[in-house]
């Protein structure tokens, strides 16, 4: 049987503005039939023995992984074994990458400065798979040139939700054909032996879900405002 897998995901450990934390995002999972997961905040690895044997418990593999901000652009890394601080500049990356890891070109079409576009080409040889995103409709959807790219070197996609909001979770997953562990997922979507599962967003659907992160990333700008404005002092006694 394959196994459901999202292999791109936020949660609050990192932003502070998602609604839930990786125990409540791999409750959620659990419930709706995943069994691959990796949590991948931005520039900082949410992984621990704890949460691995958290999610080992309902079923579910979690893979290390982090979405890394290099010169600028966004790129996935799983399983690697240095720390984020390390992996500044694409010759970092070059230099630092092992047989183990796997490196995947997150949304890399999207009209985003993050977004690796051009780039992408230029290093193409550091990838071994692409991202076909969730935020996608009919009529609008940057997917395609990645689509024709991953045709065009032989790359595998990899559907994922790129969740930051509850509601994103499902939208695209992927189905993996492989044994529930690290390296033999991996290496299963290095051979392509992977299959997306997606369909277009309504346009209603977009704009919820562009709503949902905009209102929460407002709400969690706020109270980090507040949470940096200083306390009046309170005087003990009476009037000097």
């Not at 450990?13 to 409540?24: G, K």
């Not at 949460?51 to 399983?79: D, Q």
């Not at 309504?202 to 992160?213: K, P, S, T, V, Y």
Request: charged share 25%.
């Amino acid at each position: 049987m394959p196994l459901k897998a999202d292999l791109h995901l936020h949660t609050r450990e990192r932003d502070r503005f998602i609604t839930y934390d990786a125990r409540d995002l791999i409750d959620r999972a659990a419930r709706s039939g995943f069994h691959v997961l990796s949590i991948t905040n931005h520039d900082a690895v949410t992984f621990s023995a704890d949460l691995e044997g958290y999610a080992r418990e309902r079923g579910i593999l979690l893979i290390p992984g982090v979405e890394m901000t290099i010169e600028g652009k966004h790129v996935l890394l799983y399983n690697a074994d240095v720390t984020p601080e390390r992996l500044r500049t694409f010759a970092d990356l070059r230099r630092l990458r092992r047989p183990e890891w796997l490196v995947v070109a997150p949304h890399p079409f999207f009209p985003a400065s993050y977004a690796l576009r051009s780039r992408l080409l230029e290093e193409i040889d550091l990838f071994e798979a692409i991202e076909l995103s969730h935020f996608y409709t009919r009529r609008i959807d940057f997917n395609r040139p990645a689509i024709r790219l991953a045709t065009e070197t032989g790359l595998p996609l990899v559907g994922t939700s790129d969740s930051h909001v509850i509601r994103q979770l499902g939208t695209t997953f992927s189905l993996i054909e492989s044994e529930p562990t690290v390296a033999s997922v991996l290496q299963a979507i290095r051979k392509g032996q992977i299959r997306v599962e997606s369909r277009p967003l309504a346009l209603r659907e977009c704009a919820a879900i562009a709503g949902a992160m905009a209102v929460a990333d407002c709400r969690g700008g706020f109270r980090s405002l507040v949470g940096r404005v200083p306390r009046p002092a309170i005087r003990r006694g009476g009037p000097s």
